[in-house]
C-alpha cells in the first residue's frame, strides 16, 4: 500500500505543506510531493488538443494512480483551493475523469485565520469525491501561526485531534 501527501500549493514557504508534512510523520511512511517539481501549466484545451498532455501531467497523474492512499492539504485563495490545485486535477481529470478511484483519502487545510481554511476543505472534498475519491478523515487547522511552531501543532487539543483521526484513517483503510 503505497502513500502520498502533497500540499496543493505552489508557494515554496506552504503552510499546507507544513502542515502535510507534520501529518505523515505522525502517520509513517509516506512520498511527500511538490507541485514545484511539475512544469505542469494552467490547464488548456488548445495545448491539449495540439500538443497532447505535457510529460509531468501524465507524471503527476501516474504517480497519483499508483498511490492507494493519499494525504492532501487543501491551500485557500479567496475561499476555495488553489488554481495551482483546480490545474493539475483539471489535467488528471482530462486523462481519466475517475482518477481517484480506488484512493482513500484524509483532508487537511490550514490559514492564518481561525476558520482554518475551511472553505478550501470542503471544496477540495467535493471535488476529490467527484473524481472517485473515498474521503475518510479530515482535519482542518486555525490560526496557523499561532498553534504550529518548530514544524509541529503546539496546541495539545488540536495536536491530539489530529493524531486521534490519523488513528481512524490507519484503522479505516486497513479494513
Not at 69 to 84: G, K, L, P, Y
Not at 94 to 119: C, E, H, M, Q, W
Not at 148 to 156: A, H, L, R, S
Request: hydrophobic share 35%; net charge neutral; proline share 3%.
Amino acid at each position: 500500500m503505497s502513500t502520498i501527501a502533497f500540499a496543493g500549493s505552489n508557494s515554496k514557504t506552504s503552510i499546507n505543506k507544513q502542515l502535510v508534512t507534520y501529518a505523515i510523520h505522525i502517520y509513517g511512511k509516506a512520498e511527500i510531493l511538490d507541485l514545484n517539481d511539475y512544469q505542469i501549466p494552467t490547464y488548456d484545451i488548445d495545448i491539449e488538443k495540439n500538443e497532447g498532455f505535457p510529460n509531468d501531467v501524465k507524471k503527476f497523474f501516474d504517480t497519483i494512480k499508483a498511490a492507494s492512499t493519499i494525504f492532501i492539504s487543501f491551500s485557500e485563495h479567496n475561499a476555495c483551493f488553489t488554481a495551482v490545485f483546480k490545474s493539475y486535477m483539471d489535467w488528471c481529470s482530462r486523462i481519466d475523469p475517475k482518477f481517484f478511484t480506488d484512493k482513500k483519502v484524509f483532508a487537511l487545510s490550514t490559514s492564518p485565520g481561525g476558520y482554518g481554511g475551511r472553505n478550501a476543505l470542503e471544496a477540495g472534498i467535493k471535488l476529490v469525491t467527484k473524481f472517485g475519491g473515498t474521503v475518510l478523515q479530515e482535519f482542518a487547522l486555525p490560526k496557523f501561526n499561532d498553534n504550529f511552531v518548530n514544524g509541529k501543532i503546539n496546541d495539545e487539543t488540536l495536536d491530539q485531534e489530529l493524531k486521534s483521526k490519523i488513528e481512524l484513517f490507519r484503522s479505516e483503510i486497513s479494513k
